[in-house]
Every structure is written in structure tokens, then in C-alpha cells.
């Protein structure tokens, strides 16, 4: 069976703290909730894919440390693919997260000496992929990776969370380039993301820029629109561009429709605001529709 999408990037572990506010300079605070589990955006979107009912699968790097192992044993127990990881002695990054009761977060993370991975890492999967999901945090891995592509078919689509070397090379070299309110500002040179998305669509045959809370705009080829967010009550948005992007890439996978694709992945989004940490609240596809069918 070919895998519905393979997911491309970061893999990281969180450790996410529920505190009453983000500490001031030399201040002591006590964290009343605490969470420890897998994250990153790549890797939380194939957790997604999988939750949703399509098979998944993860390219990047986890160390062989007990970070890496604990993430590697949660992907496993999703039931993703994990034939294209990459292990090594090199730390597994790990995240530190704040998360206020308002939902709103501060995050640290530590790398140590990881570095990306090479070209000649990229572990192709057994299977073809429907849909590949770059988060733009392994540009090594980008042109073996799109090559293999070429050979074997599949949709691409870049999770643009913010503007760096990874992501500027990938984000006209995808079908569809799904960008953050902050990377269109950061490319553009202003926040105007209307002015953004019109001249990102000039050389892009799709694009998507998702405003928080304030929902999404989009244009494919002549059409555009708009599409308000779900209300939900947030208590930690942590992960939730992550779980956009892995219901964006498994509705294009699963031949949705555009309009339901997406409503599909904001619906997951939006969910996966409403619970601590990103990898617990994940939305399962059963949640997902609830959602749906009561808006």
C-alpha cells in the first residue's frame, strides 16, 4: 500500500509547562501542569495523517538518546512509517514550553550539536507517497527528496511557518504553498497579507495563508477566498499550524474536495487548541467530524 503522505522536517521533544504567566527577569515561578511527549512540526503532522486514518510516514532525525527513543516509540505506536528516520549520537532537539492559561505560549529550543541532515541521509520509503509535507527544516533533504518525487508521483505542499533557507528554496518548487501570517510578512516586507498572498500567487499555482484565529485566505489559479476560523475555547495553541498542515496534506491525499479540504484541516487546527500540548491533542478523524457537522 502506498503511504497516503510522507512527512518531511523537524522532530523535536517537548517538554510544555502550564504556568499563571511567563516569568518576568530573575522571577521564580511553579508550573502547576507539566507535559512530556513528541513534537515538531513534521513529525506532529504525520501523528496527524495517521489520527485522521491515512498512512503516514517520517523522514528526518531522531537521536539515540531517551528523547529520541520515546519520540520514536510514539510514532511507531501511531502506526507511522518510520523507515526513513535518521538516528545518530547527536542530541534529539528538545523544546521547553510555556503555555499561560490563555492558550498563548513562549518555547526554547535546544539543538546542541545536531545539524541538518545531508543529502545522501534521505531513506526512501518502500512505498510511493501520495502527498509529500515539507516543513522547510531539513533543505538537505529537500532535493533528494523531491527528486524521488518526480520518480514516483505525489502532491507536494510546504508548511511555511517562517522565512528561512529552507523554505525560500522549497516554496516555488511545491504544488502548494500553505504559509503562516508571520513567513508572509517576513517574504513580503509587510504585514499585508492580502498584499502577500497576491504576489505569492504570481509565481505559486496554490497558496494558503493562515491567520490564527482570524481564519485563512487563499487563491488556486483565478479563484480566492476566505475562510473564518472555528471558535474554540484555546487552551494551548501550541502545535496547531502543525496539525493544519497534516489535515491539509491528507485531505489532498484523500481527494477532498477544496472547499471541504479546507474546512477539514481548520476544523483540526482549531481542536487541537483545545487541549495542553500538541501531540495529546491531536484530533482523532471521529473529533473532526463532530466538529464539522455541528458548524
Not at 26 to 38: H, N, P, T, W
Not at 67 to 72: F, P, T
Request: hydrophobic share 45%; with cysteine; glycine share 12%.
Amino acid at each position: 500500500m502506498p503511504l497516503d503522505v510522507l512527512c518531511v522536517g523537524h522532530a523535536s521533544f517537548d517538554l510544555v509547562f502550564g504556568v499563571p504567566h511567563h516569568p518576568a527577569a530573575d522571577e521564580k515561578i511553579v508550573a502547576d501542569r507539566l507535559l512530556a511527549c513528541g513534537g515538531g512540526p513534521a513529525a506532529n503532522a504525520a501523528i496527524t495523517v495517521a489520527r485522521l486514518g491515512l498512512k503516514a510516514g517520517f523522514a528526518g532525525y531522531l537521536g539515540t538518546d531517551l528523547y529520541g527513543e520515546r519520540h520514536l516509540d510514539e510514532l511507531i505506536e501511531a502506526g507511522v512509517d518510520s523507515r526513513s528516520v535518521v538516528r545518530g549520537t547527536s542530541p534529539t532537539p528538545l523544546s521547553a514550553v510555556l503555555v499561560k492559561p490563555d492558550g498563548q505560549r513562549a518555547l526554547v529550543n535546544y539543538k546542541g550539536d545536531t545539524r541538518p541532515l545531508p543529502p545522501q541521509a534521505f531513506l526512501p520509503p518502500a512505498t510511493p507517497a501520495r502527498c509529500i509535507l515539507f516543513d522547510g527544516h531539513e533543505p538537505g533533504l529537500s532535493e533528494p527528496v523531491l527528486g524521488w518525487r518526480r520518480a514516483q508521483g505525489g502532491i507536494t505542499v510546504l508548511d511555511a511557518g517562517s522565512l528561512h533557507a529552507g523554505t525560500e528554496w522549497l516554496m516555488f518548487r511545491v504544488d502548494h504553498l500553505v504559509a503562516s501570517e508571520k513567513f508572509a510578512a517576513q517574504w513580503l516586507g509587510k504585514d499585508e497579507p492580502e498584499q502577500a498572498l497576491a504576489a505569492l500567487a504570481e509565481r505559486s499555482p496554490c497558496v494558503v495563508i493562515t491567520l490564527g484565529e482570524r481564519g485563512l485566505i487563499w487563491r488556486r489559479g483565478t479563484e480566492s477566498g476566505r475562510l473564518p476560523a472555528f471558535p474554540v475555547e484555546a487552551v494551548d495553541t501550541t502545535g496547531a499550524g502543525d496539525v493544519f498542515h497534516g489535515a491539509y496534506a491528507a485531505g489532498l491525499a484523500a481527494g477532498l474536495d477544496w472547499p471541504e479540504l479546507l474546512r477539514h484541516a481548520s476544523a483540526a487546527g482549531a481542536l487541537c487548541c483545545t487541549g495542553l500540548g500538541a501531540r495529546p491533542a491531536i484530533p482523532s478523524r471521529a473529533e473532526v467530524e463532530r466538529l464539522l457537522a455541528a458548524r
